[in-house]
């Protein structure tokens, strides 16, 4: 299946900073997700960007295809910010997503 | 808005047991999916269902695992005899083109 790496791993930030999360994929991106899995481990829909730009307030995302990468960006932190971001793609072929390791995002006040 | 429920949201069970992991995923979605997440890990792709039939499974989904679409609404994981390592969170997921997640259930095998 496809791989799926995440950077940083782990992001430590003062409220009202701005960060951005990077994956990058080992083939092809199909159907790209981003989630944030709060503290009680659901996981929060934030985009689905197969190629493009979104905004949703604070957050947006892009991706490029052609270059197999999705940027998320999170402007003016706040500590309910706090949680793990993760990328996932279907890989060619499949319908089932393929995720990465994470980035644990920590907003201290 | 519609979302995917899980239940129950937590299960002990003992090694050697059979747990049934149970799953509503959204009314009009075609696609169903299990994922699997040991604590402090990545998710990991468990089964795809579509059509009432696995689609795509993977290496961890082995023969002590089963899934099943019982009625128009539920859709369920079964463990036949579980194991310390099958301890995680799991995930029901469903989709049209978009996957959604239930809040999991975590399922502890002592």
């Known amino acids: 299946g496809i791989q799926v790496e995440q950077s940083p791993p782990d992001l430590i930030l003062q409220e009202g900073a701005n960060s951005t999360l990077r994956c990058n994929f080992s083939?092809?991106?199909?159907?790209l997700q981003w989630f944030h899995q709060n503290p009680w481990g659901q996981l929060i829909n934030l985009f689905y960007?197969?190629?493009g730009t979104k905004q949703n307030g604070r957050l947006s995302a892009t991706t490029v295809a052609t270059e197999r990468y999705s940027l998320l960006y999170i402007s003016s932190s706040q500590t309910t910010d706090s949680g793990v971001y993760f990328c996932?793609?279907?890989?060619?072929?499949?319908?089932?997503?393929?995720f990465g390791t994470g980035t644990r995002l920590t907003v201290i006040p | 808005e519609p979302e995917v429920t899980q239940t129950p949201s937590h299960q002990v069970t003992q090694m050697g047991q059979e747990v049934i992991l149970r799953c509503v995923p959204i009314s009009n979605h075609l696609y169903f999916y299990w994922y699997r997440q040991i604590l402090g890990q990545k998710v990991e792709f468990l089964v795809s269902?579509?059509?009432?039939?696995?689609?795509?499974k993977s290496e961890i989904f082995d023969d002590q695992f089963s899934v099943e679409r019982p009625d128009g609404s539920n859709f369920t994981l079964k463990i036949r005899s579980t194991k310390l390592e099958d301890s995680a969170m799991y995930f029901c997921?469903?989709?049209?083109?978009?996957?959604?997640f239930g809040p999991g259930t975590r399922l502890t095998v002592t």
């Open positions: 996932a793609s279907r890989g060619s072929g499949a319908n089932n997503l393929f």
């Open positions: 960007i197969p190629s």
């Open positions: 997921a469903s989709s049209v083109r978009e996957q959604y």
């Open positions: 083939d092809s991106v199909n159907n």
């Open positions: 269902f579509y059509n009432n039939e696995i689609s795509e």
